[in-house]
């Protein structure tokens, strides 16, 4: 395969940008090779600047489960373009999202739009502390909720973690230490991180800090150290907990929002949070992110009240448009979630007897449209302990003979692999004759 254009390009971006990348995972630091410079997409498929054509597996990491550029989507953008790309002031196509967001999610009474899915979740923490009047937050060990420094303490998407929770005799303490330099210990002394999954270290947390933890942070469905799915009762016993101890949870749905379901974790668990946080797929490709819930929390955010937060560019025009299309869309393909999930599980099935057939130490794990292949002989990973303990050479291997046939597949073991309504029946037979091959370079 030639990728000369893309090197060229990799070469000439490192003198302007660190790393080549303006996202660290795009410089396939952890599978290595050249990383592909992109330069359209179409459907399932994208284009590199060599001309070489890949089945996407990326998808702007979970934004276009409808793939690359539809024809409603783009032509949102065109019209919104014409009129103007921003204005400072209130535009109709906000409301039209937030109604349209409110009638998939009717837990959301209120929201606010803002650029990026790490600014939702930052913002939603400060109106945590702000509605509680506590500084502590707890998130869970290799979640990622964006780069904000108080979420920084053991979090996923390949960053490095240097500490967990350790133990300092009876009772336990929770010791957070940074994933990042820049980071000071001051941002982070009130983030408290203990295990995914973890009923008990949730529970002996919110006791030993009792009347200190404002929030409960977490992924429904675990995507940055790999698609890791809560065990059962987990999400329910993080809202019984909290009620109890009078904290708020966070469902941060980034990434599983109107992918798992089309309300959500909220409806495929059903377990109700007190706020959400929303991105990527409600902004149709376009930078976008959004933070609701509860409409006597909403209340306290500016201009109604004490909880400070605002942006140039939220609720831009162009997203909010990009993202009404793509909702629309989803609403108007028939029986859209059930035969997206017909799709998962055959993509799923499929893998899992090419990991038979090829005789390699991996698993599946899926929900909904994500899913990743761990190169592990562990029955199931449930936690970021478990994720960090995959082979992750082997996975390397792998990757590299997916992307040499055409299979552009996210360039991490910790990263989830997203598909959507343009991966259908030709793509994922194609992509499962690839794994086979992929699968046994693996070895």
């Not at 050249?34 to 590199?48: C, K, L, S």
């Not at 009638?103 to 979740?121: D, I, K, N, W, Y």
């Not at 990973?381 to 992750?392: G, I, L």
Request: a negative charge; charged letters at 15%.
């Amino acid at each position: 395969m030639n990728t000369t254009q893309s090197q060229q390009l990799q070469i000439r971006a490192e003198a302007l940008l660190p790393g080549g990348v303006d996202s660290p995972v795009r410089s396939f630091s952890a599978v290595g090779g050249v990383p592909r410079w992109i330069v359209r997409g179409a459907g399932a498929w994208v284009e590199d600047a060599d001309g070489n054509r890949y089945l996407d597996y990326i998808g702007s990491w979970g934004a276009l489960l409808l793939g690359h550029a539809p024809v409603p989507v783009v032509d949102a953008i065109v019209a919104a373009a014409a009129r103007g790309a921003s204005f400072g002031a209130s535009t109709p196509a906000e409301l039209e999202l937030a109604e349209a967001v409110h009638q998939a999610m009717p837990h959301l009474q209120m929201m606010r739009f803002v650029s990026s899915g790490t600014e939702a979740t930052m913002a939603a923490v400060r109106l945590a502390r702000g509605f509680t009047g506590r500084d502590r937050i707890l998130k869970f060990s290799g979640a990622y909720h964006g780069h904000a420094d108080v979420f920084l303490a053991e979090a996923g998407s390949g960053l490095a973690t240097l500490g967990t929770a350790v133990a300092a005799g009876p009772p336990r303490a929770f010791t957070a230490v940074a994933a990042s330099a820049g980071v000071p210990h001051a941002a982070i002394a009130d983030t408290i991180t203990v295990a995914y999954n973890d009923t008990a270290a949730v529970a002996q947390a919110l006791d030993q800090h009792r009347g200190e933890i404002a929030a409960v942070i977490v992924e429904p469905v675990a995507g940055n150290m790999g698609c890791v799915p809560p065990r059962p009762g987990f999400l329910q016993d993080l809202r019984a907990l909290t009620a109890r101890h009078e904290a708020l949870l966070i469902f941060d749905e980034v990434m599983t929002g109107f992918r798992i379901a089309h309300g959500g974790a909220a409806e495929c668990f059903g377990v109700i949070p007190d706020l959400t946080t929303l991105g990527k797929i409600i902004g149709g490709g376009l930078p976008v992110g959004a933070y609701g819930g509860r409409a006597d929390i909403m209340e306290m955010v500016a201009p109604l009240g004490p909880v400070y937060q605002a942006g140039t560019l939220s609720g831009n025009p162009l997203a909010m448009a990009a993202g009404v299309a793509a909702l629309r869309t989803l609403e108007a393909i028939p029986g859209a979630y059930a035969d997206l999930e017909r799709r998962g599980a055959r993509l799923q099935q499929g893998l899992e007897a090419a990991i038979r057939q090829q005789g390699v130490a991996a698993r599946v794990q899926r929900v909904g449209a994500m899913l990743t292949v761990f190169f592990t002989t562990q029955a199931v990973v449930d936690c970021f302990a478990a994720a960090r303990a995959c082979d992750t050479r082997a996975f390397a291997r792998f990757h590299a003979s997916l992307l040499e046939q055409g299979v552009m597949w996210p360039p991490s073991q910790f990263e989830a692999a997203f598909f959507g309504f343009s991966h259908g029946a030709d793509e994922i037979e194609l992509t499962l004759r690839a794994a086979t091959t992929a699968l046994a370079a693996a070895r």
